[in-house]
Structures are given as C-alpha cells and as structure tokens.
C-alpha cells in the first residue's frame, strides 16, 4: 500500500498562503497597496512646468538682448525684402543709406545682383496690422465703457 503525501496546504503557513493568493488573484492585492497623494504630485508636476517656461522665456529675453543691434550702425543696414528661390537660396533686398543692394544669398557666399537708389515701398506706407487691431480694440473699449 502506497502512502499519499498531505495535501499543498498543509504544507503551506498560513502568511504564505495569504501572499501567494494575493499574487494569484490581484483583486486582493489592491486592498494592501498606498493610495498615493495626488494633490502633491499634481503640485510638483505644475511648479516643474512653471520652472521651465520660466527658464525658456528667460532664454527668448536674453537672446533678444544679446543679437540687437547696438550703437550708432544700429540703423544702419535694414533688411527690406527677401524671398526663397531654391531650397537654400534666397534674394535679399537691403537698404544701407540711400542705397538698394540686391544680394543673391546662398550656403556659404553672398553675391551683389544689382545696386539700386532706394524706393519708396508700398509695404512701408501701409498701416501695420498691429496698429489696425490696436484702433479696433480701442473702438471696442470705449463702446463698452459708454454703456
């Protein structure tokens, strides 16, 4: 006659038995895990984000500061026109003085097109649209404060 080991649990303590269930039904595991605190990590994910559009904004400013022009050949060279004429090509109209170069630019060499005495451009004379929302907003503030 042969002799029968005893069943897998009885083998088994009972703190094992209870993680070994909760390993195998993870329903139960649910019960024992931290609710995390979500009010902070939604804080720290926020100052994080402020912190770098701070430090973006703050690199947008000095760039600013440091490529404008200073001094007095600040207004002296002014691009006045370009367009695109090839992938990497572009004309360039730029007004020094009195005077109109046309420059073709392309990877490495700017060459002079033509010399022209400067022009009176049809852009210049135009209202910016800056200056156009500005009037219609002021229109639109006044009419309300009149109410």
């Known amino acids: 006659m042969k002799i029968l080991p005893p069943p897998l649990y009885r083998r088994i303590s009972r703190g094992?038995?209870?993680?070994?269930?909760?390993?195998?039904?993870p329903s139960l595991a649910w019960a024992e895990t931290p609710v995390p605190n979500v009010g902070s990590s939604l804080l720290q994910v926020t100052l994080g984000l402020g912190v770098v559009v701070a430090?973006?904004?703050?690199?947008?400013?000095?760039?600013?500061?440091?490529?404008?022009?200073?001094?007095?050949?600040?207004?002296?060279?002014k691009v006045v026109a370009g367009?695109?004429?090839?992938?990497?090509?572009?004309?360039?109209?730029?007004?020094?003085?009195?005077?109109?170069?046309?420059?073709?630019?392309?990877p490495g060499q700017v060459r002079a097109l033509h010399q022209m005495p400067r022009q009176v451009s049809p852009i210049a004379d135009a209202a910016p649209p800056a200056?156009?929302?500005?009037?219609?907003?002021?229109q639109i503030m006044e009419r309300k404060h009149a109410r």
Not at 61 to 72: I, M, N, Q, V, Y
Not at 85 to 106: K, M
Not at 131 to 138: H, Q
């Open 16 to 25: 094992a038995l209870a993680t070994t269930t909760a390993a195998l039904v």
């Open 55 to 77: 430090l973006l904004i703050g690199a947008l400013w000095l760039l600013k500061r440091l490529s404008a022009p200073r001094g007095a050949t600040a207004g002296l060279l």
């Open 131 to 138: 200056r156009e929302f500005a009037n219609w907003l002021k």
């Open 83 to 106: 367009t695109a004429v090839g992938q990497r090509e572009r004309v360039v109209i730029v007004e020094v003085a009195d005077t109109w170069l046309v420059l073709g630019v392309a």
